[in-house]
């Protein structure tokens, strides 16, 4: 399922995520629907899989067959995980904005990445919920993975 406000362009970096019209906040963009793949660390995934698939346990990883798998990261996202597999906006996104979600709202793994996002909240080094400060995590329980949410228990924090 692809929202049909979102297209697929490319930036400096390669695919990405472009809203062809106003999108408010709340609406599925697209859905991780794709194979689901098995391995004892991310980085034993195939490359492609490893940078394109979510991670929805400890040692599952589920890819798409829609647009979602070509969201890129921002360390201020405009988007989120609903459930484990359901790409949402969590703000208004405007005409021509990039959608971009958070990779820690799904990744606790060994994968990791040099963020050049750029944006003031950058942390530099991504790839894991668990490089995410502790003072921070409660901010992302409405829209990180469920299984995130109960691995770190962000619904019990206040
Ligand atoms: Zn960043």
Sequence with gaps: MNNPKVNVGTNRFGKCLIANSDIAKGEV??????PIYEAEKCTDLPVD???HAIQFEEHKWRDSNSMARYINHSCEPNCGIKGLFTLVTIKDV????????DYAM??????????????ASCRKIIGAFSLIPESL??????????WLVE???????I
């Design 151 to 157: 691995k770190y228990k962000l619904n019990q924090t």
């Design 106 to 119: 799904t990744e606790d793994g060994d994968w990791r990445m040099e963020c050049l996002c750029n944006t």
């Design 137 to 146: 995590r409660p901010q992302y329980k409405e829209y990180a993975s469920d």
């Design 29 to 34: 963009v697209a859905v991780f629907d794709g």
């Design 94 to 101: 405007k005409k021509g904005d990039e959608l971009l979600w």
């Design 49 to 51: 899989i490893r940078d």
